[in-house]
């Protein structure tokens, strides 16, 4: 079992930055890529950002230029840095952990709202 502690969320002007970020604690040996997932009000649930054990980084089209993610592998944790917020930005952010030993499992944090204001 992998648990995940997601704080960072809240309100933030249009044009400024947000951290947010990810510590995982459990079984985290097999964990092998660690992310987020928004969903915006009314949405589904959309890859954002994700970064493997070997550093492959993939982001959504939206964020491309504005989201950074890094990973703290003594902390076990992952952030992101979200740069030049915009409204539709807003969402629940929820950290995913997955790992693949025999299966592939997804793990989910509990969510954090981002609420960019304009």
């Known amino acids: 079992q992998v648990q995940l502690v997601e704080p960072g969320g809240g309100w933030v002007q249009a044009g400024g930055p947000r951290r947010l970020s990810c510590a995982a604690s459990g079984t985290i040996s097999g964990i092998n890529a660690m992310g987020w997932n928004g969903q915006a009000p009314g949405k589904q649930r959309e890859l954002v950002a994700t970064i493997t054990s070997n550093n492959k980084i993939t982001f959504a089209d939206s964020v491309k230029g504005r989201f950074t993610i890094s990973r703290d592998n003594a902390k076990n944790t992952v952030y992101l840095q979200m740069n030049s917020l915009k409204p539709e930005d807003t969402a629940v952010y929820y950290c995913?952990?997955?790992?693949?030993?025999?299966?592939?499992?997804?793990?989910w944090g509990q969510g954090t709202q981002v609420t960019v204001s304009s």
């Open positions: 995913n952990a997955r790992t693949s030993v025999v299966v592939i499992v997804d793990y």
